[in-house]
C-alpha cells in the first residue's frame, strides 16, 4: 500500500515533506488543518495525522462537533469501529515505508479512542500490540473514559500518549453526558503512575458565571493527583450544522462572535479566560506546558505566546 508525501508549510516558516496520507486516506491521512498563519485573525493548527480507526462517540456532549461532521452518515454519532484487519493493513504500510522521522497518529480525533473498551478485542489491546512491534512512532488515545483497565496491562507503554478531555465541575455537569471529572482524573493518574505518557485538554472552556474559580479548583483536583506533560486549552466554539442538530442548544449563548471557523466566544474574553488559568498554572504550580487548541495567531500574540515552538495536544 503506497504512503503518500506532500510538501507542507511548517509554523515555524520552514517547508516540509511530510505523509499525506496512506492508501486512499481512509484510515491514515494528514488533517486538514488552515494554511500557515500569517493574519491576525487566521487560526493556528498543526497539520497531524489522524488514524481513523473509528467514527462516533458514546456520549452526548451538548456541543459535540460529530454532530454536525457525521450527520450526513447512515449511523450518525453511533459508534462504528472499521475492521481490525483494514487498520492494521494500513498501519503496517506506514510502518514499513515511514522512516526514522517519528510521527504521533491521532485515534481520537473522529471518536473518543475508547469506544471498544467493553468489547473481547478492545482498540487499545490491539493497536498498543500494533505499535509496540516498532519504536519510531506512537499513538495517540484521546478520551473522557476512565476505563483503562486494558491499557495498564499493555507493555511497550512508551509507544502511547494519553490525552484525556476535562472541564470544571459545573460545565461538565450540566453539559457533557459523560463519565465524571473525578473519573478522569483518577484514570489519567493512574495511568500516569504506570509510566504512560499524559496530556490533558481543558476544552471547551465556558464563561458562565463563577468560571474563574472553578477552573482554578480543577487546577487544583488536576495537580493533587498527577502532572501532566502538557495541557491543552480551548474555548466554546461551534459550526452552525452543530448548533443545528444540537438537542440542547442553550450553550450557544455564549457564541457572540463570527469567523471562518463558526461561532466563538469574544476575543476579549477568550484571552481573559486563556490569561487566567496560564496565570493559575504559572503562580501555584510552576507549569508552563501549554498551547492552544484552534485559536487565532492574534490571541497568541496577545499571551506573548510563541505559536511557531507550538507544543499542542495532538503533535510531538
Same mark, same amino acid.
Given at each position: 500500500?503506497?504512503?503518500?508525501?506532500?510538501?507542507?508549510?511548517?509554523?515555524?516558516?520552514?517547508?516540509?515533506?511530510?505523509?499525506?496520507?496512506?492508501?486512499?486516506?481512509?484510515?491514515?491521512?494528514?488533517?486538514?488543518?488552515p494554511?500557515?498563519?500569517?493574519?491576525?485573525?487566521?487560526?493556528?493548527?498543526?497539520?497531524?495525522?489522524?488514524?481513523?480507526?473509528?467514527?462516533?462517540?458514546?456520549?452526548?456532549?451538548?456541543?459535540?462537533?460529530?454532530q454536525?461532521?457525521l450527520?450526513?452518515?447512515?449511523?450518525?454519532?453511533?459508534?462504528?469501529?472499521q475492521?481490525?484487519?483494514?487498520?492494521?493493513?494500513?498501519?503496517q504500510?506506514?510502518?514499513?515505508?515511514?522512516?526514522?522521522?517519528?510521527?504521533?497518529?491521532?485515534?481520537?480525533? #473522529? &471518536?473518543? @479512542?475508547? =469506544? *471498544?473498551? !467493553?468489547?473481547?478485542?478492545?482498540?487499545?489491546?490491539? $493497536?498498543?500490540?500494533?505499535?509496540?512491534?516498532?519504536?519510531?512512532?506512537?499513538?495517540?488515545?484521546?478520551?473522557?473514559?476512565?476505563?483503562?483497565?486494558?491499557?495498564?496491562?499493555?507493555?511497550?507503554?512508551?509507544?502511547a500518549i494519553?490525552?484525556?478531555?476535562?472541564?470544571s465541575?459545573?460545565?461538565?455537569?450540566?453539559?457533557?453526558?459523560?463519565?465524571?471529572?473525578?473519573e478522569?482524573?483518577?484514570?489519567?493518574?493512574?495511568?500516569?503512575?504506570?509510566?504512560?505518557?499524559?496530556?490533558?485538554?481543558?476544552?471547551?472552556?465556558?464563561?458562565?458565571?463563577?468560571?474563574k474559580?472553578?477552573?482554578?479548583?480543577?487546577?487544583?483536583?488536576?495537580?493533587?493527583? #498527577? &502532572?501532566? @506533560?502538557? =495541557? *491543552?486549552? !480551548?474555548?466554546?466554539r461551534?459550526?452552525?450544522?452543530? $448548533?443545528?442538530?444540537?438537542?440542547?442548544?442553550?450553550?450557544?449563548?455564549?457564541?457572540?462572535?463570527?469567523?471562518?471557523?463558526?461561532?466563538?466566544i469574544?476575543?476579549?474574553?477568550?484571552?481573559?479566560?486563556?490569561?487566567?488559568?496560564?496565570?493559575d498554572?504559572?503562580?501555584?504550580?510552576?507549569?508552563?506546558?501549554?498551547?492552544?487548541?484552534?485559536?487565532?495567531?492574534?490571541?497568541?500574540?496577545?499571551l506573548?505566546?510563541?505559536?511557531?515552538?507550538?507544543?499542542?495536544?495532538c503533535?510531538r
Amino acid at each position: 500500500m503506497k504512503v503518500h508525501t506532500k510538501k507542507y508549510d511548517m509554523l515555524g516558516g520552514s517547508r516540509k515533506t511530510l505523509v499525506e496520507r496512506v492508501g486512499d486516506g481512509s484510515i491514515i491521512a494528514r488533517s486538514d488543518g488552515p494554511p500557515a498563519p500569517k493574519g491576525p485573525d487566521d487560526v493556528v493548527c498543526p497539520r497531524f495525522l489522524e488514524l481513523k480507526w473509528a467514527t462516533g462517540c458514546p456520549y452526548s456532549c451538548a456541543w459535540c462537533y460529530l454532530q454536525g461532521t457525521l450527520r450526513f452518515l447512515d449511523y450518525g454519532k453511533d459508534p462504528h469501529p472499521q475492521l481490525f484487519s483494514k487498520i492494521e493493513a494500513h498501519v503496517q504500510s506506514f510502518f514499513d515505508e515511514v522512516g526514522i522521522r517519528p510521527e504521533i497518529l491521532n485515534s481520537g480525533e #473522529l &471518536t473518543d @479512542s475508547m =469506544i *471498544t473498551e !467493553g468489547e473481547t478485542k478492545p482498540f487499545s489491546r490491539f $493497536i498498543m500490540d500494533l505499535f509496540g512491534s516498532q519504536k519510531t512512532h506512537k499513538i495517540l488515545f484521546v478520551t473522557k473514559s476512565p476505563e483503562v483497565d486494558h491499557l495498564l496491562d499493555c507493555g511497550s507503554r512508551d509507544r502511547a500518549i494519553v490525552s484525556f478531555s476535562i472541564n470544571s465541575e459545573p460545565v461538565a455537569r450540566r453539559w457533557e453526558n459523560a463519565p465524571s471529572v473525578e473519573e478522569r482524573i483518577d484514570a489519567a493518574s493512574r495511568l500516569q503512575d504506570a509510566g504512560f505518557e499524559v496530556r490533558l485538554r481543558i476544552d471547551p472552556m465556558v464563561p458562565f458565571k463563577d468560571w474563574k474559580q472553578s477552573y482554578s479548583e480543577l487546577l487544583e483536583n488536576v495537580f493533587t493527583n #498527577l &502532572t501532566p @506533560s502538557r =495541557i *491543552t486549552l !480551548g474555548s466554546l466554539r461551534g459550526s452552525q450544522s452543530t $448548533i443545528n442538530k444540537a438537542v440542547d442548544r442553550s450553550w450557544a449563548e455564549y457564541l457572540e462572535e463570527k469567523s471562518d471557523w463558526g461561532k466563538k466566544i469574544p476575543t476579549t474574553l477568550r484571552g481573559e479566560m486563556y490569561s487566567a488559568i496560564i496565570t493559575d498554572l504559572k503562580d501555584n504550580y510552576r507549569y508552563d506546558k501549554v498551547a492552544l487548541c484552534k485559536e487565532t495567531l492574534g490571541i497568541w500574540r496577545e499571551l506573548k505566546m510563541d505559536h511557531r515552538r507550538i507544543m499542542c495536544n495532538c503533535v510531538r
